[in-house]
Nanobody, 121 residues
Framework: QLQLVESGGGLVQPGGSLRLSCTASLFTFRYSNIGWFRQAPGKEREGVSCISAMGGSTNYADSVKGRFTISRDNTKNTVYLQMNSLKPEDTAVYYC??????????????WGQGTQVTVSS
């Protein structure tokens, strides 16, 4: 299993932007599909976006389409989630995950510890 580390979370005003990073130390990262998930207090963990190993295929939840962009740099073993036009309802702990595909959490077997994103004025 990969060890994943998320970073880039924080407090931002509505309409603002953040870029999250998901980094792994193993070279096998570059052969793994990566997903971003989020979990708000009292809610189930939900899929946000995912990207294939070579970056040629991506998928987004309807709630973030047009606002979030997923990308990866395999030379840095890093996947990014650029989040624009943030809304209060985007507030959650964001997790990256590896080993699966799609926006269903059960297909993934490696998870990071999460990074908090808070959207508030």
């Amino acid at each position: 299993q990969l060890q994943l580390v998320e970073s880039g979370g924080g407090l931002v005003q509505p309409g603002g932007s953040l870029r999250l990073s998901c980094t792994a130390s193993l070279f096998t990262f570059r052969y793994s599909n990566i997903g971003w998930f989020r979990q708000a207090p009292g809610k189930e963990r939900e899929g946000v976006s995912c990207i294939s190993a070579m970056g040629g295929s991506t998928n987004y939840a309807d709630s973030v389409k047009g606002r979030f962009t997923i990308s990866r740099d395999n030379t840095k073993n890093t996947v990014y989630l650029q989040m624009n036009s943030l809304k209060p309802e985007d507030t959650a702990v964001y997790y990256c995950a590896a080993g699966g595909w799609g926006l269903t959490k059960y297909t993934y077997d490696s998870w990071g510890q999460g990074t908090q994103v808070t959207v508030s004025s």
